[in-house]
């Protein structure tokens, strides 16, 4: 659906013209439902992306903007023949393990988040194609183009629509309603967020262990050669 579907949706059902209800209301009710929907989860399924960036030789830092309008990044790769993903760790920890003499160029194994941008460790002695997984932000298009598809999983269309019912009707003191549409906008978010972010039934369920990375071993391998040179 988009924005002229729901409009018409709620006109159909509440029998208001643009007169007792403006699009400009109207449309402020459906960006407020749309908005608690992207708010109660950061990974919703429908707002993954994949990026890609090339490092540039002796920089740590690259902007979060600069790579793409990401919400969360789930993973870096290196995509060289000898590639690897990298480890987030805290960027305090790398603050205080990239320190001084330490702080060499190097193939970077590590990745940390600060003041919206990526930071590498070792930074970059090379320049290195990586592949970023992430979650981007949604877009608004569809507010002023209302031709446009809502930049939402299509199980949260109609529901936009009860929201905006919920707050018509509360808008004319019709509590029973208005409690209503509400509840259908409420449990109808529910069953779809359940739906939506179940793990996928082939997942591999990891009762113990968890997984070990390569990545620390590979880099203190390397570390020795990297000072020496």
Known sequence: MNLADVRTTVRDISDLDTTDL??????TFVKEAFQRIVALERRW????ETYTVNTVIGQRPYSIAGIGDIREIISIVETTASGNRFTEIAYDDAEDIWLGNTDVAGRPYFWAVWDAQIHLYPKPDAVYPLTVRGYRNPTYTWL???AVEIDLDGWFHILLAYYALARVYQRQEDGEMAAMYQRSF?????????????????RPFVLSGGRKYPT?????????????S
């Open 186 to 202: 409420e449990e109808g978010v529910a069953m779809a967020r359940k739906d939506l972010m179940k793990s996928r039934s082939h």
């Open 216 to 228: 620390m071993r590979r880099w203190l391998q390397t570390l020795g050669s990297t000072l020496g």
């Open 45 to 48: 399924p429908f707002f993954q």
């Open 144 to 146: 002023s183009n209302t």
């Open 22 to 27: 403006p699009n400009s209301l109207l449309d």
